[in-house]
């Protein structure tokens, strides 16, 4: 696997070795001990998460305050724009955001490490998402920024916006300056 840093501190692209033939492909979507050593973490992951979206679909920005959860993203079918946001106040990268794109085709993955508000806009017909989070889900503690801060800026590739989904919770998200950081 090919690891790649980011221009946002600690998040790294990973493409893994893909061997294809006529038959298909095939491909090693996850080695503990090889991510362990790429990403220099102790990291135990305990939910693997899997969702289905139209095209349009925006989810997040979400994060958990309390119980902070690392992701290792990938897409099995169609294709998203993963986002990203520092909210780690220690961090070089505080308040800076990054955007990938991550399809079945390209087989890239993004590790998000604890300490960042997440979320991703679905640009196939449909997309399906699969994540590891090293913790659990807390409704109690999940937060959401709202993924249109003009301090923050993301460009995400769309052209109407009128034309997103979204559910009420990230309608009703909290700008960059009404929501609580990580130290």
Known sequence: MKVTPTQISDVLLIEPQVFGDER????ESFNLKNFKSATQSGVNFVQDNHSKSQRGVLRGLHYQLHYPQGKLIRVIRGEIYDVVVDLRQSSSTFKQWLGVSLSATNFYQLWIPPGFAHGFLVL?????????????????????????????????PITDPAQLILSEKDQAGKFFNQIPYYP
């Not at 298909?24 to 491909?27: A, I, M, P, T």
Request: net charge negative.
């Open 24 to 27: 298909g492909f095939f491909l």
């Open 124 to 156: 196939s017909d449909v997309a399906e998402v699969l994540y590891k989070t090293t913790d659990y889900y807390h409704k109690d503690d999940e937060h959401t920024l709202l993924w249109s801060d003009p301090t923050l800026n993301i460009h995400w």
